[in-house]
């Protein structure tokens, strides 16, 4: 029995140990530090980003074709999800494409506005310290974390960053993992939500905050929000949570999923609908409207879908290593699968959006 606990403790020591060590990526300096961009909507892309690396991979040609135009660090664990290079957020708007990386350290925020010449965003240094989530709308990127950083937008293009603070609209309460999104309610809305079913939303460019809550019945851990049709979507993993004003109210929804098999943050709203999914797409879900869910077609793959202008789309998953491609939502296909089965070719977020021709 005693042989048995001294075994025990040793693990664990060694587990806390190797926890303590692991490897943080240096931030590389050949990343520039700044760069005039010249936003101009021209040319479709798809942009599609790792977990961890910010290894970023393009497509030009409406998702057929795939090349690597930025890549962080290679190097395979950065810390985990702690990492420098530890990706929570990828958005674009009015010509410029963001990647957010960095829970716990301070993190890098990258920008381009053709998706293969990279720089630090914006002209100052650091950026806060901690991110859960990136959106962007108006030419406006807004990054979250929790109730001690708040969240961080910029003004138009990226340029300069204003921290805002939640913890006076908490009145006393915690809240921490917050997401966020953009939605064009009104003259545009932004949303973070966050643990404890906090909710801050403006309906002003990241100027001012109001809060609301979100019913108890929704559950914890919220995945993701998306917005479509005039509403919000939250998705929680047994509901969704549904805003139709903004995030002033919230109404709580069953949506059919397995509780706890839901993707990593895998809603999204393509074709005129919320799509919902399980991991490697068990099952999927779809709605008009977030209050009725009925199943997508079999085969509709688990994750991530963006949508292009002409209507293909694209899908990505955390774990999953491939990029799949549909033009009808139905029938999908591979058009990219990594050579290395590892986080910095894990990937796990893609955006559509329109750059400025850079060849």
């Known amino acids: 029995m005693r042989t048995g606990l001294l075994l025990v403790l040793v693990c664990l020591l060694s587990s806390v140990s190797g926890y303590a060590q692991k490897k943080t990526a240096e931030i590389p300096a050949s990343i520039p530090l700044s760069r005039e961009f010249q936003p101009r909507e021209e040319q479709p892309v798809f942009a599609v980003c790792s977990k961890q690396g910010a290894r970023v991979l393009m497509s030009y040609d409406d998702g057929r074709t795939w090349e690597q135009t930025f890549v962080a660090t290679d190097e395979q664990e950065d810390g985990g999800w702690h990492g420098n290079f530890a990706v929570y957020g990828m958005a674009a708007t009015n010509g410029m494409l963001g990647v957010f990386s960095g829970w716990g350290p301070p993190g890098v925020y990258l920008a381009s506005d053709d998706g293969r010449n990279w720089a630090h965003f914006g002209t100052r240094e650091p950026v806060p310290p901690s991110l859960w989530d990136a959106a962007a709308g108006n ?62 939303f403006s309906h002003d460019n990241c100027q001012t905050w109001q809060h609301s809550l979100i019913p108890e019945t929704a559950g ?11 509403v919000f979507v939250c998705a929680f993993p047994a509901h969704v949570a549904r805003s139709a004003d903004g995030g002033l109210t919230w109404t709580v929804h069953p949506h059919g ?30 709605s008009s409207d977030g209050i009725t869910w009925q199943d997508l077609p079999a085969g509709t793959p688990g994750g ?56």
């Open 139 to 200: 030419g406006i990127f807004l990054t979250s974390a929790d109730q001690w950083r708040g969240v961080s937008s910029t003004t138009i293009n990226g340029q300069q960053r204003t921290q805002h603070s939640l913890k006076d609209l908490l009145d006393g309460g915690k809240t921490h993992h917050v997401i966020c999104g953009f939605g064009e309610y009104g003259e545009g809305c932004f949303l973070a939500i966050g643990d404890n079913r906090h909710v801050f």
């Open 304 to 359: 991530r879908f963006v949508q292009s202008q002409s209507g293909t789309l694209i899908n990505v998953e955390r774990g999953r290593y491939d990029i799949r491609r549909s033009e009808d939502g139905v029938q999908w296909e591979s058009v990219f699968t990594a050579p290395e089965q590892n986080v910095t070719w894990d990937t796990a977020f893609a955006v559509a959006a329109r750059l400025k021709k850079s060849r």
């Open 220 to 230: 914890e851990q919220q995945q993701a929000v998306a917005f479509g049709n005039g």
């Open 257 to 286: 999923l397995t509780e706890g098999r839901m993707s990593w943050r895998g809603l999204s709203f393509v074709r005129g609908q919320f799509w919902l999914t399980e991991r490697n797409g068990k099952v999927a879900r779809s």
